[in-house]
């Protein structure tokens, strides 16, 4: 069964700084996604941000980008010029690609973001 | 409305008592799960629903019936309401994947029921 940590309970940062989450999962299967998932109080579940594994190239989403290492197992999740909208819960995600299973979303623990102005 | 909808959005009830959280999606999605979140554990997956009357058990299943009789629908039964079922409970719904191949299709989530079990 697959895996994933979030060390960071908690994380702070500057306004306009940045700060990275971290990520890391255990699995056997070489084809997956992972996803960064946003909470923010209105517990609304968010996609921020998704990789396939097959995928070299780090994904970016405008302030949003993911430094994705297979080898390693580790998935980490920067935001850049951080805004007080960027307080939330967020979580990391794992989905496997084969199978009916490669529906199923295992979740880390979270890491609670606070935004300082 | 168009997406997923869950209700109640709040529940409080007593031990021992029978409880069905409902969920519907307005997409046709094939899939469709259900999730509790409890402080340091993240979501954890009860269980889905590949299609109309295919359910399969997920991380955390023991206390918990689904049916899916309908495909824009599925309801969360509690049998017999404990304590340790008080939780956030999330509906989702997704598409479903066509592997590598394929889009990668995300997870839509409800907006979530806070249960609490007295």
């Known amino acids: 069964a697959q895996t994933v940590t979030q060390s960071q309970p908690e994380m702070s940062v500057q306004e306009a700084e940045t700060v990275t989450l971290s990520c890391t999962y255990d699995?056997?299967?070489?084809?997956?996604?992972l996803f960064w998932y946003k909470q923010p109080p209105s517990r609304q579940m968010i996609l921020v941000i998704r990789?396939?594994?097959?995928?070299?190239q780090n994904a970016t989403e405008n302030r949003f980008s993911v430094n994705f290492q297979k080898a390693a197992k580790s998935f980490s999740l920067k935001i850049s010029d951080s805004q007080l909208g960027d307080a939330a819960m967020y979580f990391c995600?794992?989905?496997?690609?084969?199978?009916?299973?490669?529906?199923?979303?295992?979740f880390g623990e979270g890491t609670q973001l606070t935004v300082n102005p | 409305d168009a997406g997923i909808t869950q209700s109640p959005r709040y529940k409080i009830t007593e031990t021992g008592r029978q409880v069905t959280l409902m969920c519907h999606q307005t997409?046709?999605?094939?899939?469709m799960f259900w999730y509790r979140q409890d402080l340091g554990h993240g979501l954890r997956l009860i269980y889905y629903?590949?299609?109309?009357?295919?359910?399969d058990k997920g991380e955390v299943p023991d206390g918990y019936v689904v049916s899916r009789s309908k495909t824009e629908n599925f309801p969360l039964t509690l049998e017999s309401a404990t304590r340790s079922q008080t939780s956030v409970y999330f509906c989702?719904?997704?598409?479903?994947?066509?592997?590598?191949?394929?889009?990668?299709?995300?997870?839509?989530f409800g907006p979530g029921t806070r249960l609490t079990v007295t």
């Open positions: 990789q396939e594994a097959y995928k070299q």
């Open positions: 629903s590949a299609a109309a009357d295919i359910t």
């Open positions: 995600a794992y989905r496997s690609a084969v199978g009916t299973s490669g529906s199923r979303l295992t």
């Open positions: 699995t056997s299967e070489s084809d997956y996604y």
């Open positions: 997409w046709s999605h094939s899939y």
């Open positions: 989702a719904s997704s598409d479903r994947p066509q592997g590598l191949a394929g889009p990668t299709y995300e997870q839509y």
